[in-house]
T-cell receptor
Framework: QKEVEQNSGPLSVPEGAIASLNCTYS??????FFWYRQYSGKSPELIMF????GDKEDGRFTAQLNKASQYVSLLIRDSQPSDSATYLC????????????FGTGTRLTIIP | DAMVIQNPRYQVTQFGKPVTLSCSQT?????MYWYQQKSSQAPKLLFH???????NEADTPDNFQSRRPNTSFCFLDIRSPGLGDAAMYLC?????????????FGPGTRLTVL
């Protein structure tokens, strides 16, 4: 079983709609969760992180965490063509551990 | 602007010819990481430095070595590159180990092995 799983996609969403990206993880001791965006041929850039159950909003992005279900998601509201990229979910197993485990990413395409 | 810089951005080498990739940071972060990322795959951690302490991943081939001469710089040495080592190499930094500490990536070096 992979430690961090994401639907590889591609996920196609019409412009202006909500894009929903999902991630599950296997380590119950995981504490911090990160979403990175990676454009083709570029390096990952941090969108947001979350470590408490519930929702965290930042502009058009909302991260949702459910530790009981070992599930973290990223919602992108009012999707724009510039949101077309691969989204990587990353998990840190416990506080004091500086390593991240990455999922393979979900490729998102926003259709104009 | 504080940032993570990688040089070169593109590196072409021949099979078996040693190559060194460079990473520098102006963030004054304690931790520096090297990842290998192949197409459509997750970044794979090769090793990281926590200050001067070197931490090697168990499955990192011996062909890969690293040096961190000071806080700002970290190098990745590939002693005898094979065709399977062609990939994007990403350097990242993080400040500490706090719950909200994040990793910030440099632009990457695309390595081609002929």
């Amino acid at each position: 079983q992979k430690e961090v799983e994401q639907n590889s996609g591609p996920l196609s969403v019409p412009e202006g709609a909500i894009a929903s990206l999902n991630c599950t993880y296997s380590d119950r001791g995981s504490q911090s969760f990160f979403w990175y965006r990676q454009y083709s041929g570029k390096s990952p850039e941090l969108i947001m992180f979350i470590y408490s159950n519930g929702d965290k909003e930042d502009g058009r992005f909302t991260a949702q965490l459910n530790k009981a279900s070992q599930y973290v998601s990223l919602l992108i509201r009012d999707s724009q063509p510039s949101d077309s990229a691969t989204y990587l979910c990353a998990v840190r197993s416990n506080f004091g551990n500086e390593k991240l485990t990455f999922g393979t990413g979900t490729r998102l395409t926003i259709i104009p | 602007d504080a940032m993570v810089i990688q040089n070169p951005r593109y590196q072409v080498t021949q099979f078996g010819k040693p190559v060194t990739l460079s990473c520098s940071q102006t963030l004054n972060h304690n931790v520096m990481y090297w990842y290998q990322q192949k197409s459509s795959q997750a970044p794979k951690l090769l090793f990281h430095y926590y200050d001067k302490d070197f931490n090697n991943e168990a499955d990192t081939p011996d062909n890969f070595q690293s040096r961190r001469p000071n806080t700002s710089f970290c190098f990745l040495d590939i002693r005898s590159p094979g065709l399977g080592d062609a990939a994007m190499y990403l350097c990242a930094t993080s400040r500490w180990r706090g719950e909200s500490d994040t990793q910030y990536f440099g632009p990457g070096t695309r390595l081609t092995v002929l």
